[in-house]
């Protein structure tokens, strides 16, 4: 697959219609909102349509939020108003969006031309264990950073 270098919102639009046609269609994930799971530039995301029933937690969701910044975040819950909150894996705060607002889910992924299924069990393993240490992430993710660091140099 050759790269194409340029930002989310020039081919957001093109996405959009293509998923909406059905298509399922390979991204380049760009920023660092979800490290340490997806790495920017070196991992494809694969976005498809979706139902309502699969938006449950640990689903990585494409939505648009209201200024039409396209994001990359993974479900942190329901709310009983039908609203969902999301978070990037490399971040420390939930933010609160509408159904509506998603695009599109993540139904696999490929890592240095190797492809899986977002869906298979070592992934939503790994994903349920680094949800539940949401309360710790600013600590880990402060050695993370100390650590890439020290390793670096």
Not at 36 to 56: N, W
Not at 65 to 83: F, M
Not at 121 to 143: E, G, H, N, S, V
């Amino acid at each position: 697959m050759e790269k194409l270098d340029c930002s989310a919102l020039d081919v957001a639009g093109s996405i959009e219609e293509l998923i909406k046609n059905g298509a399922t269609v390979p991204v380049y994930v760009s920023g660092n909102s979800m490290n340490p799971f997806l790495v920017s530039r070196r991992d494809v995301v694969y976005l498809k349509g979706f139902c309502e029933a699969e938006l449950k937690k640990g689903k990585i969701l494409l939505f648009r939020r209201n200024g039409g910044q396209v994001v990359l975040h993974r479900l942190y819950r329901s709310l009983p108003d039908g609203r969902l909150q999301v978070v990037g894996d490399g971040q420390t705060e939930c933010e609160t969006i509408n159904k509506a607002q998603v695009v599109a889910v993540v139904s696999d992924i490929e890592r240095k031309g190797k492809k899986f299924s977002a869906d298979s069990l070592t992934w939503k393993t790994a994903c349920f264990f680094w949800q539940l240490l949401m309360p710790l992430r600013p600590f880990i993710m402060r050695i993370w950073r100390k650590l890439r660091k020290f390793l670096a140099e």
